[in-house]
Every structure is written in structure tokens, then in C-alpha cells.
């Protein structure tokens, strides 16, 4: 999990980025927690009005080995509450067919009644064949639907026959619950996941960006559950001693753990011939590397054949190095995932579970380019040559990553259980989308006229008050400048005053302002973090010194009152009253306010005062790092400003000396941003502002 936390505060930018999946998993299962007290007394009154002796009639209809596995442990877990629930399972699409496995029977090994077998593909080496299989899927599912009448339907994923379920269901009026809706794979995936996401009355999701992809899309956050991948339940449980054994039945019996690679590669349909073509250079990549491989056979889309074609050319099948198989049942899958030295494909297996485990990925072309992927996923986009396939398995394969926990935490089937039994079907069942506010029509028109959507802007530091009108863009589109007062009282008059003509003269500019914005804040996960009073993170106030100078704050000692622009000013300004500051080279105009970049000027030139009074700042600004470091453990501290390129050796070396060795191999940088404290404050209002409030 990369989390990145930023601070902008008085033009110094501090930032964070780490691998935080404990972090992550402990601050989910909180909000879990308390998501499901709540649910719970919900669940009570539902099963109130459903009656108590009313079970939840649940038709679980999957399509191929990737669903199954996705969608099997919610099954079981279903099974295990016959009180509550009844199951129903229909089998369709690739699972019915023998060159992809006849998959149906892992169904029928793991002890569940298929209710029912529809032949719905329709054989043909193109997207019109795809085409005609979601059709007749469409012509035999109303029988089945009818038949029967199942309270809810699960449906997963993205794939073509899933539209065919959702649109049925939807048309038939039974209750949709959708699992792994939000995800972006960049593909025509995307377009039929968010589809059926349209149709669907429910949503089980597995990552934070998922869930916040469905509110953006204006779907009832009341009915989206965050639970994460269903996989990961029987992932995260795998311990299998034996994954020897489950290797060499693949593999051969001269086979090491982490000595083999596993590929999985499918045809992308928007661009099949291009797809073809990077098969083919991966398995000539493969040969040439000499390694052993276990190949699966790719999915059922358009182009599969062609696919197969290309493995029997290179005589796949019969070289030494490879083994070529239809079907590997999911739990002994996962054993050979766990210890391959390396998997090779585009297959979301390899960025989704594989993660779980460490094993590095290489995943080639476009395809699952959009989803979120742990430290182990190399994405080569231009696979385009032998060489760079190569390229990619020498700096991956044997390595070792650390375990991700992104798409779950091993608590997802109890989450959606609890879900399912939270559904009052007496609610109606017509949708309801969360679609944001809309203005009148003179407000409407308004905004017509200004259009360039931007923010004003205030950074409190340094020596002068500057106000800028910012744009989306992330351009100043004109900026004003005030020399900084001394109280608090006189600042805010000026800053009304400094927005006022902003504000005005961005009417002129035909800007539509949103907002006033002051420099300071987190951004954790893309997302503001405002605190209990809208005042987080004030990280220029943290106490480095307990009898250090006063602070505007109120209180003293604060890294601020040592290192801001203002502290720099005021200490400049007294050394120029003693006759202190300026040496040989160096001059103040009489009609130009002392400020800090006369004191850096008079350090550079060799002022022993100035260079000490610096070197002080720089050291308390080092010691507020140190307690973030000790606090936080963040691999990346970024400096921003026009103080930055002052401090930086400082803070270095205060680093080197006060900070534990666990965090002292922190990366500290400048920032190249111009005006970060502006461009920061403005996107704080415009990210806030336009958001979508529900």
C-alpha cells in the first residue's frame, strides 16, 4: 500500500510515502468494526420485517475458473448459514466447455448442487462471437430466473457473460449484488464492470479508490460495502507444507520453489491482433530464458484460438521446459503462485493475488494497467520486443517482495454475509442514484459565462502575504503581494481586503472562484484530512525547544518561530537595527523593508550572525523532522520554497545526528514546485469544493 501524506505549511512542504499494509489493514478493521455494530441493530429490524423464518433465497451464477474463485468463498460461507440463507447455483459460460478445463467439476468437488447448466458460448475467433454468447445467455436465463425466483443474484467482475446475468436479473426485477465493482483494468472491461455496476442494486468492493469510484458514479453509498477481495480469505489462510508436492505434480519432480515461472496471458480484445503478437514474443522470451514454465491456457475471449495456435507453432506443449495446462484448481494454484520465482501474463491474478504473497509480477501491455498493484508488479506497456520481455524477467525473477494486503485482509466473507443479511426486501426496488446538486438555471448560466474553474489562494508565510487566483490547471493566473503585518488582527484585514480585489478582478478574467484557501494540510490517500476542528496537522507548531522564542501561536519554541520566513525577518530586522547585518558588498535601500533573503544574502557573504542564525533555524526545522521520522517512518521527505535550498544540509545532518538508525536512511529532497504554497492552498479548495457531497 503506497500512502502519501503531504504538509504545506509556511512554503515548506513535507511529505511522506511508505508501505503501511499493517498500517492499513489495523485502521480498516476500526471502521469495519464500527460500520458492522452498526449494521447489526439493521440487521435485526430487517429480519423483523422479513420474518424470521424467511431465508434469504441467494443465486450465485458464475462463468469461468477466474469467477469461481472469487466467488466460492462467499458460497461456503453461504452454506454454513442454512438458517439465514438459501443457495442456489447456476454454471454457464466456459465452465461447460472442455478445451478451458470443464471447470463446472471443481464446483461439483467442492460439494455445492448445481441447479443449473446453461450452454451459452458461442464458438467463433472474433467480437462478434462474443456478441451472440452474451445474446443466448439473454435467451435462456429468463427460464432459469423464472424457475427459480431468487430473492438476490451475486454477480462478479467484468467479464461478458456477467452482463448477460446482471441484465436479466435487472429486467426481471431481482436484487443485483455486484462484486469487485470500481475497478479500472484498461480495458473493455472497464466499460462492461462499470455496466454492470449501473444495474446492480448493491456493491461489494475491495479497495478504498473502488468504493470512492462508485460514489463517483453516483451510486447509493448506503448500499456499497467495502470488504475486500473474497480471495483473500482463502489466500491469507493458505499454509500447506506439502506445496512441494503440489509443485512437482505441475512441474516435474527436478523442480526447486522459486525456481520456476508460472504465465498466464489472455488476448485484449480492443486491440487482439497487438495481443497475439506479445504472446509471441513472451513465449520466445520464456524459451530463450530457460527456465521452467507451467503455462495456462488463455480465457475464452476473441482471439483465444489464434492464442492456443501460436503455444502448438512453438511446440509449447512438448518442449521440456514448459507444461501447458487447461486448469489448475484454485488451491493448489495458489501454492504454485506462492513459490514461483516469477509470473508473467496480464492476468489480474497477477496483480490482485499474487500481491498477497510477494512473488514479482510481470504484467505486459495495457491490460489491468489502471488497478492498484503492490511493490512486486513490474509493468512493461511496450512489450513490443523480445528483449524487453528479458529484460523484464532478469530484474524480476527470484526476487522477494514484501506481502500486500491492498484488495483485502483476509475478513471479507463474514463482512458480505452480514451485508446480505442487512437487505430489507421490502425496501423498493427501484434505484436510486446520489447525483450531486444542481443550481438553478441563472446560476446555471453564470457559470457558463465563467469558466475557468479557480481558487484564491493565501500563503501566510515569509515576509510578504501573497493571494493568488489559481486555475484547475494549476496556473497563477495573477498573483498580489503585501508586505506581512505584525498582528493577527491587521493580517486578516488584509487578507479580506487582497481577496476582495482578487475576487473581482476574476470576474474580469472570467474565473469562476470556489474558495479561499490557506497553506497548511495533510493529503492522505489523495484525500484532505481536516481533523475533529478542520485544524490537522499543523506540523510548523510542533515544540522543538521548551524555552524557545514566542510564537504567533501563542505558544513558544515551535519550529515556526525559528525557521519561518517571518522568524527570519524578525531576527534579520534586529541585526540591521545594532548595525549587525550588512558587510562589505551588500546594501539595504532606504525605502526596502529588512526581510530574510537579506539575512541569507548576508550569511552567504560571510556574516558569522546571519550564517549562525540560519544554521539554528535549519537545526530546529532537522529536529521537527526527526519527530515526523520517529513518528511516522516515511521513506521521503520533500523541502519546499524559497528557505528550502537553505536548509537542506542542515536538516540532513541534524537527521544524521539526532535520528534513530532505523529512519535515517530517509530520502530528503527540494522541491521544483514554483509558488508551492499558492498551487497547494488552491488545490486544498478546489479538490474540496468540487468534490461530490451526498
Known amino acids: 500500500m503506497v500512502v502519501k501524506d503531504l504538509k504545506l505549511q509556511n512554503s515548506v512542504l513535507i ?67 442454512p438458517e439465514f440463507f438459501e443457495l442456489d447455483v447456476v454454471v454457464l459460460g466456459s465452465h461447460l466447455i472442455d478445451d478451458y478445463g470443464n471447470t463446472y467439476r471443481m464446483i461439483e468437488q467442492d460439494d455445492f448442487d448445481i441447479n443449473t447448466r446453461l450452454h451459452t458460448i458461442v464458438r467463433g475467433e472474433d467480437e462478434a462471437a462474443m ?40 429486467l426481471m426485477n431481482i436484487r443485483i449484488l455486484h462484486i469487485e465493482g470500481g475497478e479500472v483494468s484498461g480495458t473493455i472491461d472497464d466499460s462492461i464492470r462499470h455496466a454492470i455496476t449501473k444495474l446492480a442494486h448493491y456493491h461489494v468492493c475491495c479497495t478504498r479508490s473502488a468504493e470512492q469510484h462508485l460514489i463517483s458514479m453516483c451510486e447509493d453509498h448506503d448500499r456499497i460495502l467495502l470488504a475486500g477481495c473474497p480471495s483473500y480469505d482463502k489466500l491469507l489462510s493458505a499454509k500447506n507444507k506439502d506445496y512441494m508436492s503440489i509443485i512437482r505434480m505441475w512441474l516435474g519432480d527436478d523442480v526447486k520453489s522459486k525456481d520456476y515461472i508460472v504465465a498466464l496471458q489472455h488476448p485484449v480484445t480492443t486491440d487482439i491482433k497487438h495481443s497475439i503478437k506479445m504472446f509471441e514474443l513472451t513465449l520466445d522470451a520464456l524459451i530463450s530464458f530457460n527456465k521452467r514454465t507451467l503455462v495456462l491456457f488463455p480465457n475464452i475471449d476473441a482471439g483465444s484460438k489464434e492464442m492456443v495456435r501460436v503455444m502448438r507453432k512453438k511446440g509449447i506443449e512438448h518442449h521440456p521446459n514448459f507444461r501447458a495446462v487447461k486448469h489448475v484448481p484454485f488451491d493448489q494454484f495458489i501454492q504454485l503462485v506462492a513459490h514461483a520465482g516469477c509470473m508473467i501474463g496480464n492476468s489480474s491474478c497477477g496483480v490482485r493475488e499474487v500481491g498477497a504473497f510477494g512473488t514479482p509480477v510481470i504484467n505486459l501491455g495495457t491490460r489491468q494497467i489502471g488497478r492498484e498493484t503492490g511493490e512486486n508488479v513490474l509493468h512493461v506497456r511496450d512489450a513490443d ?51 450531486p446538486p444542481v443550481k438553478e438555471n441563472i446560476s446555471q448560466d453564470i457559470d457558463h459565462i465563467l469558466e475557468t474553474l479557480s481558487a484564491l489562494a493565501v500563503d501566510l508565510g515569509g515576509t510578504n502575504l501573497r493571494v493568488a487566483i489559481v486555475s484547475m490547471k494549476g496556473e497563477v493566473v495573477k498573483k498580489y503581494t503585501q508586505f506581512n503585518p505584525k498582528t493577527y488582527e491587521e493580517r486578516i484585514d488584509l487578507i479580506l481586503q487582497m481577496c476582495v480585489e482578487a475576487a473581482a478582478e476574476a470576474v474580469k478574467l472570467n474565473c469562476r472562484i470556489l474558495g479561499v484557501g490557506i497553506g497548511g494540510g495533510i493529503i492522505h490517500q489523495h484525500e484532505l484530512i481536516h481533523g475533529s476542528s478542520f485544524c490537522a496537522a499543523e506540523l510548523g507548531h510542533l515544540v522543538v525547544s521548551l524555552d524557545g522564542p514566542d510564537c504567533l501561536c501563542g505558544s513558544h519554541g515551535c ?46 557573504l560571510g556574516n558569522a550572525k546571519a550564517q549562525s542564525i540560519l544554521r539554528t533555524a535549519g537545526t530546529a526545522l532537522g529536529l521537527g523532522v526527526v519527530n515526523i521520522l520517529h513518528t511516522m517512518n516515511p521513506s521521503l521527505v520533500i523541502l519546499s520554497g524559497v528557505l528550502a535550498n537553505h536548509y537542506i544540509h542542515i536538516v540532513k545532518d541534524v537527521i544524521r545526528q539526532q535520528a534513530l538508525p532505523s529512519v535515517q536512511d530517509v530520502d530528503v529532497v527540494v522541491s521544483d514546485l514554483m509558488d508551492p504554497a499558492l498551487l497547494g492552498a488552491a488545490s486544498m479548495v478546489l479538490d474540496y469544493t468540487t468534490r461530490r457531497i451526498y
Open 559 to 604: 519550529i515556526e518561530a525559528y525557521a519561518s520566513g517571518m522568524a527570519l525577518q524578525r531576527e534579520a530586522k534586529k541585526l540591521h537595527d545594532e548595525d549587525l547585518l550588512l558587510v562589505e558588498g551588500m546594501s539595504v535601500p532606504k525605502d526596502e523593508a529588512v526581510g530574510a533573503l537579506h539575512l541569507i544574502q548576508a550569511a552567504k
Open 15 to 81: 511529505s511522506r510515502v511508505y508501505h503501511s499494509d499493517y498500517k492499513q489493514s489495523f485502521l480498516f478493521l476500526q471502521l469495519q468494526e464500527l460500520y458492522f455494530k452498526t449494521l447489526s441493530k439493521r440487521k435485526k429490524q430487517v429480519m423483523e420485517k422479513n420474518g424470521n423464518n424467511r431465508k434469504l433465497r441467494v443465486c450465485v451464477a458464475t462463468c469461468n475458473r477466474a469467477d469461481y474463485s472469487k466467488l466460492a468463498p462467499i458460497m461456503f460461507g453461504i452454506k454454513t448459514e
Open 385 to 435: 520486443t523480445q528483449d524487453k520481455i528479458l529484460q523484464a524477467l532478469h530484474l524480476q525473477f527470484g526476487k522477494q517482495y514484501p506481502c500486500s494486503k491492498i484488495y483485502g485482509d483476509g475478513n471479507a466473507v463474514p463482512r458480505i454475509l452480514k451485508f446480505l443479511k442487512s437487505i430489507d426486501l421490502q425496501e423498493p426496488l427501484q434505484k436510486k442514484f446520489c447525483f
Open 131 to 170: 456478441v451472440e454468447s452474451v445474446g443466448l445467455a439473454l435467451v435462456k436465463l429468463p427460464d432459469v430466473l423464472n424457475r427459480l425466483k431468487p430473492d438476490i443474484m451475486i454477480v462478479h467482475g467484468d467479464r461478458f457473460d456477467a452482463l448477460a446475468l446482471a441484465t436479466s436479473a435487472a
